[in-house]
């Protein structure tokens, strides 16, 4: 049911950089708008990780980094760490009619090897 | 400090009509441009949208799910209420709310900590 496709998962060693990719279609980030992560570590709530395609909200580590071009997005992370395992997501708008106008990602597991 | 919690039964039964409340604080459903969403997670999938209120009772719901949902609000105890009829298993899941950005800014900035809800005859 989701409409932005992400990968399953993705792993890395401590310290390495793994990128996470956000793919969406004309209605949604090609159109425009802006996409937001969230990670939700492991039995909690999704958090607010990046905002406005590459923004971090106060206290979020600048390893992580968001940005967009055309029907895509992606979020990296640099410097891989034991506490960034969990799942993340991305969200956008989506101006179909027929369809959510908020609408997230499949989600991708981040496994620290 | 902005805080949500959710409320409500845990388990309810095929064809019964689930009644969530969210109780927030730190910030009013009277201010304009507030707005208070429901997203769902069924075990193990993905987040899905579920509806949404802002401060002025305009109300946004899922397509797909929009003959089954009412939200609400009630600003002087700082609460939002979601109902779904007609529960099935499928919609099993826990159930977020969370603080919207804002008219024309569509990202969840606070999220509470959910409540899982079964359903199961």
């Known amino acids: 049911q989701s409409v932005l496709t992400q990968p399953p998962s993705v792993s890395g060693a401590p310290g390495q950089r793994v990128t996470i990719s956000c793919t969406g279609s004309s209605s949604n980030i090609g159109a425009g708008y802006d996409v937001h992560w969230y990670q939700q570590l492991p039995g909690t709530a999704p958090k607010l990780l990046i905002y406005g395609n590459s923004n971090r909200p106060s206290g979020v580590p600048d390893r992580f980094s968001g940005s967009k071009s055309g029907t895509s997005a992606s979020l990296a992370i640099t410097g891989l760490q034991a506490e960034d395992e969990a799942d993340y997501y991305c969200?956008?708008?989506?101006?179909?009619?027929?369809?959510?106008?908020?609408?997230f990602g499949t989600g991708t597991k981040v496994t620290v090897l | 400090q902005i805080t949500l919690k959710e409320s409500g039964p845990t388990l309810v039964k095929p064809t019964q009509t689930l009644t969530l409340t969210c109780t927030f604080s730190?910030?009013?459903?009277?201010?304009?441009?507030?707005?208070v969403g429901w997203i769902r997670q069924p075990p193990g999938k993905a987040l899905e949208w579920l509806a949404l209120?802002?401060?002025?009772?305009?109300?946004r719901y899922s397509p797909s799910l929009k003959s089954r949902l009412t939200i609400t609000k009630d600003t002087s105890k700082n609460q939002v209420v979601l109902t779904m009829t007609n529960m099935d298993p499928v919609d099993t899941a826990t159930y977020y709310c969370?603080?919207?950005?804002?008219?024309?800014?569509?990202?969840?900035?606070?999220w509470g900590q959910g409540t899982l809800v079964t359903v199961s005859s």
């Open positions: 969370a603080q919207e950005g804002g008219y024309g800014d569509p990202k969840f900035d606070y």
């Open positions: 209120i802002y401060w002025n009772d305009d109300k």
């Open positions: 969200q956008s708008y989506d101006s179909s009619l027929s369809g959510s106008p908020y609408v």
């Open positions: 730190g910030f009013s459903l009277s201010t304009s441009g507030v707005g």
